[in-house]
């Protein structure tokens, strides 16, 4: 693939509209209530009688925060109250084991992944006993390759306490950051310093954490070219493996927190590109590689390996190593990929907690893929991953003739290919250099479901810069 990335300011912003960030394909909101418990235990059976087993990736969602990000989007629940986290692993533990039961023993857990919300508001002995208790109920792998992971926010992070996440076999964390600049921390209520984060990452390293990702934002109130610059030179002077520089989607009507946020203070347009174009300057000038959407990494970080093999993968917590495995999801509002099914946890703590007292998984929605949707997410995944596509691999798999299937799909992509963004040949699809940056786009000229209507009141989708 074209591992070059060009930044076009007058392309990006004549493509700057709504659209998926493909974690999943079919997207969330293609979710229904008709999928429910049944049908995932049909799927996990399923699954367990493949010829060649899947692996297993654990997801784990701890929804507590101790203080509201403004610009946050994710599910969670504001408290200081620190005993609502033993009622709420008590039934998390429930439903580890329910889960488990759907599986074979023989099928080997490679990851598991703490997101949230904030994961270290358990504390270290509790994060360690819930992996305890995964290792009760799954085999977790053993091998170089497992990985166990965490998502830290380290204004609540004792260098003291990553000792201890190591010994229960925690080696990857993500910390969140955002901005170093005061007067943004200030706008968006989360002020952090430097020297409190620089202490987590040397503390990871210390203890042997094979990976370390820094989450930045691009956007936000008050942020300016002079701010983000000494973030970014503060960022790769700590040198984590990874780099995430999402843009913020401000979207109140969703995201009840972001209307605390004057809209007045945001970027504008141009401030927004100007803004991602030094992120990408500063980061490919420290030798970081652009995985795609959002993510950096160092060269011989596992994401770039993967890449270059291959093997990439991209799902609901990111890009992975782990393409061969089953995804199961635990915890409020967790989504679940196993087998060809999507399905998702209740989203609000009362109904996910009513459903594990009556003795029964929570999952409220789902769906089960079609072979177009199969047909359709492989081919947005390998878009989204390796900046390509097989036709002749797409056509030998499903017995389709590409260009009469994708017919339609075709007749969107070319102005895209008129603007350089793809190349189409005889048997491949490629994504250049100009087109890097808007591989969300690329992906929606494939995506079957953006042809039904939409309610246009509420924007389900942020933008694509």
Known sequence: MDTTLAFDTDLLRRYDRPGPRYTSYPTAPQFHVGFGERELRQAAASSNGDPIPRRLSLYVHVPF????????????VITRDKSRADAYLARLYREIALAAEMFDRDRELIQVHFGGGTPNFLSPAQLCETVDTIGTHFRIAQGADRDISIELDPRHVDPRDIAQLATCGFNRASLG???FDHDVQVAVNRVQSVDETRAVVDACRAHGFRSVNIDL??????QTIEGFERTLDTVVDMRPDRVAVYGYAHMPALFKPQRRIDAFTLPDPEGRLALLQQ??????HAGYRYIGMDHFALPDDDLAVAQGQGSLHRNFMGYTT?????????????ISHVADTFSQNARDLASWEAMLDAGRLPVFRGMRLSEDDQLRAGLIQSLMCQGEIAIDGIEQRFGIDFRVYFREALERLAPLVADGL?????????????GRLLLRNIAMCFDHYLDAPADVATPRFSRAI
Do not use: M, W
């Open 322 to 334: 782990h393409a061969d495995s089953d995804l199961i999801g635990v915890g409020v509002s967790a």
């Open 422 to 434: 793809v190349r189409v040949g005889k048997q491949r699809i490629e994504v250049t250099a100009r």
């Open 217 to 222: 934002i691009y956007g936000l109130p008050k």
């Open 65 to 76: 925060c101790e203080s509201p990000c403004f610009y946050c989007g994710c599910n969670r």
């Open 177 to 179: 950051v955002q901005d």
């Open 279 to 284: 992120a990408i300057a500063r980061l490919t």
